[in-house]
């Protein structure tokens, strides 16, 4: 059947000077209870790849450099 | 030839509250034995509780409350339907379980004596112990885990459980949500802790993952169980919550209550006795909503500034922490405002009410070999301590069971039907995506099941949750993550299909808000005063059926019986 693809904006945001995934840190992913978040291997930097966020906030409190903001998503903001 | 992932003596599946005790317990029953913790995120955040807890909802301490006063606050609370027995035995179990989390690092709310500081929510007893620093819970069971060398497995889902051929435990099946591959661990017993059926309806934001519970926590248990023949309970005794609106949260009226916090309609004014969230209480909250006082608020304004700042930092750290957020985007403080709720949309989940898989004191279900614990056993109210405490008794009772017990032989015609099942939607190539299904699926539970229950409405949606489900092979996954997605959308099809066919055979009123049933609004305990069971039958379909109270071994007198039918403030005719 046809498909589209609709843009969503996503309420978990990496700041990627402070994000350390190409040193091989993977806490938000790990720790992500729906497992929304990835790592874009050709940039080294964690990124939420899934809109199905709880915004719950491991990925915000146990990310080492506080590279993580989770914002309440905008239906619900 | 099946892909074996591993072969345990006790698997438990849900890594949340209840299963990591389960695990911990089990493995000190029985050192030798090998316990898997199965679990579908990480276990050092997943669950109900991946941001901690701001403390107990019924801890039962020697010197605030006795077992027995417990037992018949949860009966009258639960109208009358609870095996006593079960509710006993966590009564008894609960202030050892405090001990013991205390032993282990949880930090408990204490006065100057170092006593517990036990706090009154419910309408009779005192049972609210805080912990404002509760966000630290997942930890402490992560350590315990570590110490007692069980073997996690994160990233796993279970989508069915095998059986032997006399219809015992034998293991379950799994997917690797990473990975997408398909598997079975073998087990000799097992136990259920995967939490609520709480992506049941759907938000009224619309938002699919902005449900009170954990999204995570898609009624997967209930399915396994329902599938594996196990009877479950009280399924249409829903659990509808009062939340913040639009946030979908808790607004945590057990926190600010003893501070003085309460729940207000629009002109400010209290209406309920209790804040404990009850049927009956939620029932009380529909009526003000539809009788034209609404909205409802949360009111903390009038309180003194130290006292907010206590609140503010226990509701901001715990649970649900991103709440200070979301009033900050709204421009709502505490001081200045009052904080604006809804009723939430409908869940399954015994934790807070009372729908859940059967068990009896052992957490021992119908099924041999199956244990359950947590939101989704069937011990009315029983919260985060209940888990633990239910955890418990499912780790030990699954450890006994599988002592001396061989593997049972493999049924590979099960495995490989199940496997068609599972790595059907990556197949299709060309199908519907999951997330749309899914949505339709739970627009229709907010149509036909969200009380007030009418007859002819459910009926409706039994036929609409027929078509979804012949919708089903049809979905598509383009990846592992979405195959998860799809799998959660047969979970959640069969609770719905089970929340209207237990809400159907009830014909009368039970539980106020929660089993409301236009067509039958009175309570009727000549012919209802019952559990109300569902199971698979020998057909394959899904079947009710009644099953008669035990007598009760804490007797209520007449005064109490009635307490949870009173929680409406009467107001005292003209005061001058």
Known sequence: ?77 | MSNIIAEVDVLVIGGGTAGPMAAVKAKEKNPAAKVMLLEKAHVKRSGAISMGMDGLNNAVIPGHATPEQYVKEITVANDGIVNQKTVMAYAQNSFDMINQLDSWGVKFEKDETGDYAVRKVHHMGTYVLPMPEGHHMKKVLYRQLKKTRVEITNRYMATRLLLDEQGAIAGAMVLDTREGTFGVIRAKSVVLSTGAAGRLGLPSSGYLFGTYENPTNAGDGYALAYHAGAELSGIECYQINPLIKDYNGPACAYVTGPFGGYTANSKGERFIECDYWSGQMMLEFYRELEGGNGPVFLKLDHLAEETIGTIEHILHTNERPSRGRFHEGRHLNYRSGMVEMHISEIGLCSGHSASGVWVDEHAATTVPGLYAAGDLACVPHNYMLGAFVYGKFAGESAADYAAGREHAPMDERQVAQESARVLGPLNNADGLPPAQVEYKLRRFVNDYLQPPKITRKMEIGLQRFAEIEADLPYMSAANPHELMRAMEVHFIRDCAEMAARASLYRTESRWGLYHYRVEHPEKNDADWFCHAQLKKNDAGEMSCFKRPIEPYIVALDEEEKDAYNRMRIVKQAAVA
Do not use: H
């Open chain 1, 1 to 77: 059947m046809p498909m589209t693809l609709n843009r969503v904006a996503v309420p978990v945001m990496v700041d990627e000077e402070k994000c350390i995934a190409e040193k091989g840190c993977t806490v938000c992913v790990d720790v992500c209870p729906l497992d929304l978040l990835a790592i874009d291997l050709l940039k080294g930097k964690a990124y939420m790849k899934y809109d199905e966020c709880w915004y719950c906030l491991p990925c915000e409190k146990d990310c080492p450099t506080q590279a993580i903001r989770v914002d309440i998503p905008y239906l619900l903001r």
